[in-house]
């Protein structure tokens, strides 16, 4: 791994990442050693069931603010959505390691389409286009229709709280 500190550092836009990215990306590693992905999978997973997200708009929202990157929704099937993660997060962790897992955001996205669809969900890394290769991420989401999960009680949706201008009222936050 190139040295964190300097690659992190040295971009402009990348100081707000420096506490995330050595606990992620130094300190995480270090811990967990070969385990990292399916224990950063299963974390995902977790986080996704104490932060249930209730459509594609609130999760860009929402990790945008938790500072995984700009996610969007580039394809959606009865049986496969493909997700693309990108910002300067995903680029600052491409610098300092070509094949940094995102194990964590895969696991994330699989529980949230199982909340928000009541069926099975399992999510993989896919190859991302050779052009966005070093500042993008690609994820297929798989659901199956007919694996119903059992007595599914959908959770009630986080109240994300999107980011305002002056100029613009909020109008996703409570009354």
Request: aromatic share 8%; no cysteine; glycine share 6%.
């Amino acid at each position: 791994m190139k040295n964190l500190y300097q690659t992190v550092m040295s971009d402009a836009a990348g100081a707000p990442y420096l506490p995330q990215l050595i606990i992620r990306d130094a300190l995480i590693p270090e811990l967990l050693g070969d385990d990292k992905g399916a224990i950063g999978y299963w974390a995902g997973k977790s986080l996704a069931r104490k932060f249930p997200l209730g459509n594609p708009k609130d999760a860009a929202v929402f990790f945008q603010q938790v500072g995984f990157g700009t996610l969007t929704l580039l394809k959606q099937t009865a049986e496969m959505s493909r997700w693309q993660l990108s910002g300067e997060p995903v680029k600052l962790r491409k610098q300092l390691k070509a094949d940094n897992d995102f194990t964590l955001e895969a696991g994330f996205l699989a529980e949230m389409m199982a909340q928000q669809l009541g069926i099975s969900a399992e999510a993989e890394l896919v190859e991302t286009t050779r052009k966005l290769r070093n500042q993008a991420v690609t994820f297929d989401v798989y659901t199956d229709p007919s694996d119903v999960i059992p007595d599914y009680d959908a959770p009630t949706p986080l109240a994300v709280i999107s980011p305002t201008t002056p100029d613009t009222p909020a109008t996703d936050q409570p009354q």
